[in-house]
């Protein structure tokens, strides 16, 4: 059984930095894309960043461009996701998720992911 553990979300101010981290295990992680979404109250959940399985490749949402960063410890079977100046539009619940090496689609599409993290809270307050 594939396993997707987040870390601890929190509370931050605008303009601060959180980290969160997602350790998988019941497969082979390297086989895996590692992707971040976030879900806000009322709204649907939406892509916020990917990173291939070597970690060679990453990609963004451009809202998130140039202040978050995604990465992975294939060692460690983690998937990072380092959140700098923080705005309170970013809070929502972090989900982490990961495409196995067969699975198809657009990176941007949650469907298009095999297993997912139960998700953690960010709260960025003004």
């Known amino acids: 059984q594939v396993q997707l553990v987040e870390s601890r979300g929190g509370l931050v101010q605008a303009g601060g930095s959180l980290r969160l981290s997602c350790v998988v295990s019941g497969r082979t992680f390297s086989s895996c894309a590692m992707g971040w979404f976030r879900q806000a109250p009322g709204k649907e959940r939406e892509f916020v960043a990917i990173i291939t399985r070597s970690g060679g490749s990453t990609y963004y949402a451009a809202s998130v461009k140039g202040r978050f960063t995604i990465s992975r410890d294939n060692a460690k079977s983690t998937a990072y996701l380092q959140m700098n100046s923080l705005k309170p539009e970013d809070t929502a619940v972090y989900y982490c998720?990961?495409?196995?090496?067969?699975?198809?689609?657009?990176?941007?599409?949650?469907?298009?992911?095999?297993?997912w993290g139960q998700g953690t809270q960010v709260t960025v307050s003004s």
């Open positions: 998720a990961a495409r196995g090496p067969l699975t198809s689609g657009s990176y941007y599409n949650s469907k298009d992911y095999d297993y």
